[in-house]
């Protein structure tokens, strides 16, 4: 059965909730805060929680204590996954359900991996790969090597919503495709897998 490899963001999880608390937290708007949030490409690449908070800081003219780097961290990392997208999650546990491969291939710092290997969607994936454990990030063609390696495959379906990821992942000779809902997903799934109800 062919393996079906997930993105995290904005694919499992909703757009970080927490962005405006982070913000006010930092006495900003939410417009100048988010100019340096998105500046994440070192942060998934396997930089450290303090630099890339350092780099937001400094940005914005601001200096940060350790206190409030753990605190702002932590408020990033809940953003992301105390509330994911629940259709999508559905669809992850018939998948699952039927036996379904499945692997999480994420842009994401280590820390977050640590905790997202906790929640439990995390359960029904055979794999969780993330960027920031090997200092490559989507779309490098390494990180593409280094899943179909893990997984064992290159015979996937992949689902991500940034399209040079797809790009990326098409050059690499996966089969990905642009991440819209979880509903269009299923559809196409349905096409190819059959009934998705478990």
């Known amino acids: 059965m062919r393996w079906i490899v997930f993105d995290f963001g904005e694919v499992i999880s909703q757009r970080n909730p927490a962005r405006p608390a982070m913000a006010a937290k930092l006495g900003v708007t939410l417009e100048v805060f988010e100019t340096a949030y998105w500046d994440r490409d070192a942060y998934d690449r396997g930089g450290s929680d ?46 699952a359900s039927l036996g379904v491969p499945l692997a999480l291939l994420s842009n994401a710092p280590s820390t977050f991996g640590r905790l997202a290997e906790k929640v439990p969607w995390a359960k029904h994936f055979r794999h969780l790969i993330f960027s920031g454990d090997l200092g490559c990030a989507k779309p490098d063609a390494a990180i593409w090597k280094h899943t ?37 997903a299923r559809a196409e799934l349905l096409a190819e897998l059959g009934d998705l109800r478990p």
């Open 50 to 95: 303090a630099d890339y908070w350092a780099r937001i800081a400094s940005s914005l003219g601001l200096s940060l204590d350790d206190a409030l780097v753990r605190e702002l961290t932590a408020m990033d990392n809940a953003g992301w996954l105390d509330d994911p997208v629940v259709e999508t999650v559905v669809l992850i546990e018939d998948l």
């Open 148 to 184: 179909s390696s893990v997984i064992g495959s290159s015979d996937v379906i992949f689902f991500d919503d940034r399209a040079s990821n797809v790009e990326g992942a098409l050059a690499a000779g996966w089969d990905a495709r642009l991440w819209t809902s979880a509903s269009a």
